[in-house]
């Protein structure tokens, strides 16, 4: 183990701590093997000296190709991370739906400590190099309304507390929140759940019941109050457009304001049989354009700014073909960050015509 200042480092070369930004945010994991993109972004942090492996990984160096060649999404398939992900979450899934199913109808004991391990277990390294939302956009092979989504809205629940800068304890009841918000669901009759097309006015009606069904299932369970409210009022929207009393913001409990948030950003990354998972960019421009007043404006700015730094100095193709870096957020507007191509600086919050088509 060595200690090299920055302009020393080659591609191939490992990783032998932590190495974290001046807001301590980790910016690269212990053992990550260090690319072009990776030493540029420790420039870009501006860490001065960092302490790396004696010796170079032997991979990288017969084919250094394999890392610099794939798209973002190939290279998040390939990580031995995803991989551990995506097999703990195929053998976790069947296992949680069974849970759900029997707690709905009070046929099993509610544990919160074993539903926050068995979630918990699912992700191995919490502050690995790949963020949970990029593991997740990558996993949509299922078609699954409730159990997945529940998982999903978890992890990314966990995750946002985290950004949130809450504590251990409330992370963990957000967690908790997440997990088990459409409970309810599972008492919707299932072609209904699964109805592709729009649904009629008493179909409607169905479900949204789900809030009700879910707040006594858990009530009969004598779960915590933010749990019992964020099955109640996850629909509920902060300028009063949503469901089931359409109360407005501070009558909302905070983290079902949360629940919200993640349960909208993954209903628009799910599966689709059209398309593969859609570009963070677009869904963050539609949570810009319907409105970020429904919901909890603290809440929302921290999602959406941190979902947009996780991309920050990544590849990005834009709709006219070009292809850049995005190396300086807008705050005002998140979609539209500002690319470098070549050496030309486009801001995409001055040009209406143009923007991020997907990340390369
Ligand atoms: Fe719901
Ligand atoms: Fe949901």
Redesign the pocket.
């Known amino acids: 183990m060595k200690r090299l200042s920055t302009t020393q480092l080659k591609p191939g070369m490992v990783t032998a701590e932590d190495v974290y930004t001046y807001t301590n945010q980790l910016l690269i994991p212990k053992g990550t093997v260090l690319g072009d993109k990776a030493i540029t972004k420790l420039e870009f942090y501006s860490i001065i000296n960092l302490k790396v492996e004696d010796e170079f990984d032997k991979d990288y160096l017969s084919k250094p190709a394999f890392y610099e060649d794939k798209s973002y999404a190939e290279r998040v398939k390939a990580s031995p991370e995803f991989l551990e992900f995506k097999k703990r979450f195929d053998e976790e899934v069947p296992k949680f739906q069974n849970m759900l199913d029997n707690l709905a109808v009070n046929k099993l004991q509610l544990s919160l400590d074993n539903l926050l391990d068995f979630t918990l277990n699912l992700i191995s390294s919490p502050n690995g190099y790949i963020s949970v939302f990029d593991m997740l956009h990558n996993m949509r092979q299922y078609d699954d309304l409730t159990y997945v989504h529940s998982i999903n809205v978890a992890l990314m629940c966990n995750v946002f507390a985290r950004w949130l800068k809450m504590s251990e304890d409330e992370s963990k009841l957000a967690t908790l929140c997440g997990l088990l918000?459409?409970i309810?669901?599972v008492a919707v009759p299932e072609d209904i759940i699964k109805k592709p097309g729009k649904l009629t006015e008493s179909e409607y009606t169905i479900v949204k019941k789900?809030?009700f069904e879910?707040y006594n299932a858990l009530k009969k369970h004598n779960a915590p109050e933010h749990i019992l409210n964020s099955a109640l009022m996850?629909?509920e929207r902060c300028d009063g457009t949503g469901y089931p009393f359409g109360i407005k913001d501070n009558k909302i409990d905070t983290y079902a304001k949360m629940v919200a948030i993640v349960?909208v950003y993954d209903a628009m990354t799910s599966a689709r049989v059209y398309r593969g998972p859609m570009c963070p960019f677009k869904v963050i421009d539609i949570f810009e354009s319907e409105g970020i007043q429904k919901y909890d404006t603290r809440f929302i700015m921290t999602f959406l700014e941190n979902i947009v730094n996780t991309y920050m100095l990544n590849r990005v193709k834009l709709n006219d073909g070009r292809i850049g870096d995005v190396v300086f957020v807008n705050r005002s507007s998140l979609a539209r960050p500002t690319i470098k191509c070549n050496n030309e600086f486009i801001d995409l919050s001055a040009e209406p015509g143009l923007y991020i088509e997907a990340i390369i």
């Open positions: 918000h459409d309810g669901k789900h809030t879910g996850h629909h349960d």
